[in-house]
DNA sequence: CTGAAAGCGCTTACAG
DNA sequence: CTGAAAGCGCTTACAG
């Protein structure tokens, strides 16, 4: 064995009897044929008996790949891209690929943190909710776009949010409803413009309907004083649909500020279905959002760019749950 | 530049007229008083030109370093690791460090999974609540743990949850609290172990104070059912400690499904202070636990460990934030 | 101050 | 069926 004591494919052959190239063979599994299997069962022997692992960094190098791939979200601490997370290393362990996430700080823009991450090593770029003309910026290296908008040209994985959207107007004008407040999300992405566009769509299409508006950030503070700006209108919302969980969060906390009941007073749905969807009272109507999978369809999209593929783009529906937030508009008073 | 396309040290020293060791120094930045600094800006000059950056492969290679190192947790998708993850990598990013993620399935134990991914090249390894006897797998490989058993022998950082149980225990007793109902999480961890330790042993201290336990797994459901157990008892407890804030989502789910209102009828109390704290209504008492310090300080310990020092273990405190779930107890019926 | 050379541990033609 | 050898792109003594 090597003096620094990780052994090497070297110490393998030399345990073994037999030569180094003879052992890269039998461990990387492409022996068939052309080593005896007495002599790959010696190798494969000493192998375990030495606990010989492949040095990655010197495959790497002889093979110019990584097996790693960047995954670029907003933040881990959000519990829906740490599913995203979860979907997309589950896919690329099972070819043997590793993923290095890199969360971008809130405040820092997307445009130049990845780059100031010069250590990493890597394969491929899977990325969420990033504006189209950053991918110019990766030149070179593959991309896969995530929940992004499909006219930037790269690859993309979609969640249907317009559908998704059209569910909970539907959903909303079947109760009754047609007084509609939205809050929005006050950040540039196409999952957000889409989910605005989808809602405004369908309520210009109800018999009656109209539709108001307040933005937030993505916190319940935020979203709270949002909700609240459009519940002291004059002619307040019957209903208000939230851009997601944690801003309906803020809309529950409007409503309860004011002494009105969700969902007797006012009905509020979300989008995501994170666990606090039910953690909240009255449990929330929101759309469902597959993140796992998208998350997971991401990575198996950009394995097969890697593989010299040309991966369709793909959608994902979301689903509407109905649970208690929504109910009838109350009587007119 | 070589024909597949990415500029190598080599096109560098051409393009600048130079060895390709002179490369390496200057980008090494260990060029002062080796290299003349014209000779050290034509080269940089050109290195910027082509778009050289160094293989990394080829680097750990030589080093015998990934700079890379594994970080495994339960789940990504809690926002609590998430923000360990995001304090462990700022500060890896600091060292020219990468952090690579290895959450295990909630099915599948700590005990193979992460040797389940042997593409994964590591210096070392950062880890959270797993049993102590884990260690002694990781062979060779420098290890911190988090929010472990300290007795294990690996180097730890922790929180101080049995002073932020006490304080918990302290803020109720002098609010009039004497019947405590613990909603336990069924988790054989040292984190959850200790908390029950510290609360039992608080209560004891209590004139009068009694104490009744039961467990659920770290889901709003389970807690339910656990805080309605307690709930249903002949001589309620007058306030429900839970071990984390997802289960006194939960402690307020059983409260309200028997018309108790929190916290007129009974007090709850969280552990971590996620953002569901302040979503639930009313905003919980809870301990808010520095998961991003804990990254933080983890990272900093095991690249102190790599560097051959001895970092002493180290232990965060929690901080109690009290809200609005806390109150007097209901006068005795 | 600069360059030629060794060598990290693999994979893979190539020769026998 | 097996082995000797080249070479991936670096870093770092060593020689000049």
New interface residues.
Partial sequence: MSS???PTSRDVAQAAGVSQSTVSLVMGGKWTGRISPATAQTVQEAAVRLGY?P????R??RL?T???VMLIIP?????F???V??GA?RVA?EH??????Y?WPDDAGPADSPF??????IDGILTSSLAADVVSRFS?TPVVMLDSDPEGGATTVLFDVAEGMRAVAAHLAALGHRRIGHVAASIDQWTFRIRGDALAAAVRAMPGGSLIRASGTL???SARDAAGELLDRHNRPTALVCDDD?MA??A??AA?ARGLDVPRDVSVTGFDDL??A????PELTTVRLPAEALGAQGMTALLGLLDGGRPRPRSLPGELIVRTSTAPPPPPR
Same sequence: chains 1, 2.
Avoid at 55 to 58: D, Q, R, V
Avoid at 116 to 121: D, L, M, R, T
Avoid at 278 to 281: K, N, R, T, V, Y
Wanted: aromatic share 6%; proline share 5%; glycine share 14%.
């Fill in positions: 620094t004591g990780r692992r040095n990655l960094a010197a790497n190098l110019g990584t097996r790693t933040s881990l601490a959000a519990p891209f740490g599913a997370h979860a290393a362990a043997g690929f590793g993923v290095v996430v969360p100031a991450a010069p250590h990493e090593a070179g916190d319940v503070g944690l969060a803020g529950y906390k309860r666990q606090l039910i953690a909240l009272e």
